[in-house]
């Protein structure tokens, strides 16, 4: 059991099209318990996949049944109009602590118009952004959040295949946030991050329900982190990110 809270800031709630059988919160409680996540960021399949507003829907009554969940609210790049209502009609509960952007799905890479345009109107609101990022576009991120002052990124996956490029745009934007979770598990993914991009920029995120947590916690043990950063990594700078520290405590952290 670890000795301090766990935060898992790139989740998911609901059924994948892929061939696992999950969909109810009751898999992500089991996960969360299996490796001692306290709270976990999720974000709805369905919403990433096909269908943003109606995911995100159908997400908020989960949240406000389980105080270890918290939500992203999906945002389609295609239609951030659409996004701008979900977000006003949403942020207001609480419940939810930033938006996720996928790039894959809805065909709209990290330079697209669209998602600069989708940048802009988030802006407005001052989110955190969890997006997905895989390969050297991730160098894009810095650019755009230079462009627009009140938001914060999580690059999800670290850039994957290029972790290098991802601790580099980390060291060039004190905004910009890097978590390992990701299908890719080369041993020296985590740890060059760790010795090339700023710990506090650092977050622990797994992909459940898509990915097992092993894969997660088996990439940051390989790094051999010092006590201080793996409590930083697990915790601290997430609930400073996300203003997780009062729900922590409701929960006994």
């Given at each position: 059991?670890?000795?301090?809270?766990?935060?898992?800031?790139?989740?998911?709630?609901?059924?994948?099209?892929?061939?696992m059988?999950?969909?109810?919160?009751?898999?992500?409680?089991?996960?969360?318990?299996?490796?001692?996540?306290?709270?976990?960021?999720?974000?709805?399949?369905?919403?990433?996949?096909?269908?943003?507003?109606?995911?995100?829907?159908?997400?908020?009554?989960i949240l406000?049944?389980q105080?270890?969940?918290r939500?992203?609210?999906?945002?389609?790049?295609n239609?951030?109009?659409?996004?701008?209502a979900d977000?006003?009609?949403?942020?207001?509960?609480g419940?939810?602590?930033?938006?996720?952007?996928?790039?894959?799905?809805?065909?709209?890479?990290?330079?697209?118009?669209?998602?600069?345009?989708?940048?802009?109107?988030?802006?407005?609101?001052?989110?955190?952004?969890?997006?997905?990022?895989?390969g050297?576009?991730?160098?894009?991120?810095?650019?755009?959040?230079?462009?627009?002052?009140r938001?914060?990124?999580?690059a999800?996956?670290?850039?994957?295949?290029?972790w290098?490029?991802?601790?580099?745009?980390?060291?060039d934007?004190?905004r910009?946030?890097?978590?390992?979770?990701?299908?890719?598990?080369?041993?020296?993914?985590?740890?060059?991050?760790?010795a090339?991009a700023?710990?506090?920029?650092?977050l622990?995120g797994?992909?459940?329900?898509?990915?097992?947590?092993?894969v997660?916690?088996?990439?940051?043990?390989?790094?051999?982190?010092?006590?201080?950063?793996?409590?930083?990594?697990?915790?601290?700078n997430?609930?400073d990110?996300?203003?997780?520290?009062?729900?922590?405590?409701?929960?006994?952290?």
């Open positions: 059991m670890a000795d301090h809270p766990i935060i898992d800031v790139h989740g998911h709630w609901g059924p994948w099209f892929f061939a059988d999950i969909g109810t919160a009751r898999e992500n409680i089991r996960l969360m318990d299996a490796y001692d996540i306290t709270i976990q960021l999720v974000s709805a399949a369905e919403g990433v996949v096909y269908d943003a507003p109606g995911g995100n829907a159908r997400l908020s009554p406000e049944s105080p270890r969940l939500g992203y609210l999906v945002v389609n790049p239609d951030p109009d659409a996004a701008a977000l006003r009609r949403h942020l207001p509960s419940l939810w602590s930033g938006v996720k952007i996928h790039t894959g799905y809805p065909l709209r890479p990290i330079d697209s118009p669209q998602m600069r345009e989708t940048f802009a109107m988030l802006n407005e609101f001052g989110v955190v952004i969890l997006i997905h990022t895989w050297p576009d991730i160098l894009v991120l810095p650019e755009l959040l230079a462009q627009n002052s938001l914060r990124v999580v999800g996956h670290m850039g994957a295949d290029r290098d490029l991802a601790a580099q745009a980390a060291r934007c004190d910009l946030y890097l978590e390992p979770s990701c299908s890719l598990t080369e041993t020296m993914r985590f740890r060059h991050v760790l090339h700023p710990i506090r920029q650092l622990f797994t992909d459940a329900t898509l990915i097992d947590p092993a997660a916690f088996g990439l940051v043990a390989d790094a051999a982190p010092t006590r201080e950063q793996e409590e930083l990594l697990f915790w601290k997430a609930a990110l996300f203003g997780l520290h009062d729900q922590l405590a409701n929960l006994g952290n």
